[in-house]
């Protein structure tokens, strides 16, 4: 899709402005672009309670009808993405790589081919994985959404932070929530 298409969802130039890609790569029902829903961001390398909680917040969100939104990268939000389509639910990722690729894995396929998933890059499909790639591709991710929340971050490093306080600043932010229990990381305190 091109910014000047139809289709071209109209979250990512209200929210981005200017900023909005200028095309998105993209596997699966675009209509899902439309329905806002919840943003579940973290590391790649959460904790395994972490990884529990994500997965149950997904799980939680398609019993409610609450599309999920995430980075599709492996960590909290994959687990996140996997909980809402395990339990019937919809979800959005936004891909900072390897679009091509995952459009076939088997983690995706029978979701997309059911409508309940749709896969964005504003990265050509077969991009390989970039740092810079990954946390430009946050604000798409809080873009799309109705509100966020922040799983598991490190203090003030890496995409999810980075992501988080991007949002914070913004004059007209989304709401951003941050999960806070006895093990959560120093960075979701700070970012509290």
């Known amino acids: 899709l091109c910014r000047s298409d139809a289709a071209y969802p109209s979250r990512l130039k209200e929210h981005l402005k200017k900023t909005a890609p200028p095309v998105l790569f993209g596997a699966g029902d675009l209509r899902l672009l439309a329905a806002g829903g919840l943003a579940i961001v973290g590391s790649r390398a959460a904790a395994p309670e972490a990884l529990a909680f994500a997965a149950l917040v997904g799980r939680r969100a398609a019993q409610e009808n609450l599309p999920v939104l995430s980075g599709g990268a492996r960590g909290v939000d994959e687990t996140a993405m996997l909980g809402a389509l395990g339990a019937g639910g919809t979800a959005i990722a936004v891909l900072a790589e390897r679009l091509g690729a995952a459009a076939v894995s088997g983690k995706t396929r029978d979701a997309l081919r059911a409508d309940r998933l749709v896969l964005v890059s504003p990265y050509a499909p077969d991009a390989a994985f970039n740092v810079g790639n990954a946390m430009a591709r946050n604000n798409l991710i809080y873009a799309l959404a109705d509100f966020a929340l922040v799983v ?41």
């Open 152 to 192: 598991s971050s490190d203090d003030r490093k890496g995409g999810t932070w980075a992501g988080a306080e991007e949002e914070l600043r913004r004059p007209h932010p989304i709401p951003v929530y941050i999960r806070i229990a006895p093990e959560s990381p120093k960075g979701n305190r700070e970012l509290l």
